[in-house]
C-alpha cells in the first residue's frame, strides 16, 4: 500500500480528520459531464452542464443526443425554479427534496447535492469510530457508528479521499467515487455515482470537463421567471398550487 510521505494511520480520529480536510478543499464548480440515470422505470444517459456553489447553490442542465435542451434545474437552496423543455412548463416552489427529486430521481436537500457534486461525502455524526486496512484493495476502512446506523467508508491510503461510502440501519443512499486527478494542491474525483438501493434507483456523473474554486458567476442561478412559459406554483410536497386569484377591478379603472 502506499501511505505517501505521511506513512500509516494507526488512529480512527485522525484519519477521519484528515479525511475530512482532504474532501473540503473545492467549494465551487462548474463543468461540463455525463449523467446516466437508473430507476425501475427506465434508464438513459444525458449530457449536462454543471455549476455548484456550496452551500445549496446549484444549476444543472440537461440536454438530449442531439443536443436539445431536456431541463433546467436552478435553486439557491431555499427556492427552485425547473424548466421542462418538454412539457414547456416551468416549475417553481420550496427547494425541498421532494421538489428536487422531479428532476433528479433521488430525494436530496440542495445542500447535501451540491456536497455530493464536489466530491464530498456527508458523514454521519458518530458517537465511535474504528480504523482496519483492506489488503486486498489496499484501502483503509474507517467505520462510524451512532447507536444502530453505521457508516463503512473506504479511504485511499495516499490522498485520503472517499473511494466508497455506505451507510448500514437506515434508509438512505451509498457513494462511490473514481477518476482522481490532480486539481490545484489537492486530488478531485472526475466520476460520482449514488446509489439508492432501496428505491432501485442510481445515478452516475461523469466530468468531461470542471474548473473548481473560481469566484461563481451569480447570474447562473438566477430564479427569474423565463418569458413565455407558463408557470407552475408548487408547495413543499410538491403538489401544484391553485392560481391566486386577482381581485375584482373596482369601479371606474
Known amino acids: 500500500m502506499d501511505f505517501g510521505p505521511r506513512g500509516p494511520i494507526t488512529?480512527?480520529?485522525?484519519?477521519?480528520r484528515l479525511t475530512?480536510?482532504?474532501?473540503?478543499?473545492?467549494?465551487t464548480l462548474q463543468g461540463e459531464g455525463k449523467i446516466r440515470i437508473e430507476t425501475p422505470q427506465g434508464s438513459g444517459t444525458v449530457s449536462a452542464f454543471l455549476a455548484a456553489s456550496r452551500p445549496g447553490l446549484l444549476r444543472v442542465e440537461m440536454f438530449d443526443f442531439f443536443n436539445r435542451p431536456i431541463a433546467v434545474l436552478v435553486t439557491d437552496g431555499h427556492?427552485?425554479?425547473?424548466?421542462?423543455?418538454?412539457?414547456?412548463?416551468y416549475y417553481q416552489g420550496p427547494a425541498t427534496p421532494r421538489n428536487l427529486s422531479r428532476f433528479l430521481p433521488v430525494a436530496l436537500p440542495s445542500e447535501e447535492l451540491v456536497a455530493v457534486m464536489l466530491g464530498r461525502v456527508p458523514f454521519i455524526p458518530a458517537e465511535r469510530m474504528t480504523l482496519a486496512i483492506d489488503e486486498k484493495e489496499g484501502l483503509y476502512v474507517l467505520t462510524l457508528v451512532k447507536g444502530p446506523v453505521s457508516q463503512v467508508l473506504h479511504i485511499h491510503p495516499r490522498h485520503l479521499r472517499v473511494v466508497r461510502s455506505q451507510v448500514k440501519g437506515a434508509r438512505t443512499y451509498s457513494l462511490e467515487y473514481g477518476r482522481f486527478e490532480p486539481q490545484g494542491e489537492s486530488v478531485f474525483p472526475r466520476e460520482v455515482k449514488l446509489l439508492a438501493e432501496s428505491a432501485e434507483t442510481s445515478l452516475d456523473l461523469r466530468y468531461t470537463s470542471v474548473t473548481l474554486n473560481e469566484s461563481p458567476d451569480l447570474t447562473l442561478f438566477d430564479l427569474s421567471v423565463p418569458e413565455d412559459i407558463p408557470v407552475v406554483d408548487v408547495d413543499e410536497g410538491g403538489q401544484a398550487l391553485p392560481p391566486v386569484a386577482l381581485p375584482p377591478a373596482s369601479p371606474g379603472s
Open 11 to 16: 488512529e480512527a480520529e485522525e484519519l477521519f
Open 20 to 27: 475530512s480536510a482532504a474532501q473540503d478543499t473545492a467549494a
Open 79 to 89: 427556492r427552485f425554479g425547473l424548466l421542462q423543455a418538454q412539457e414547456n412548463k
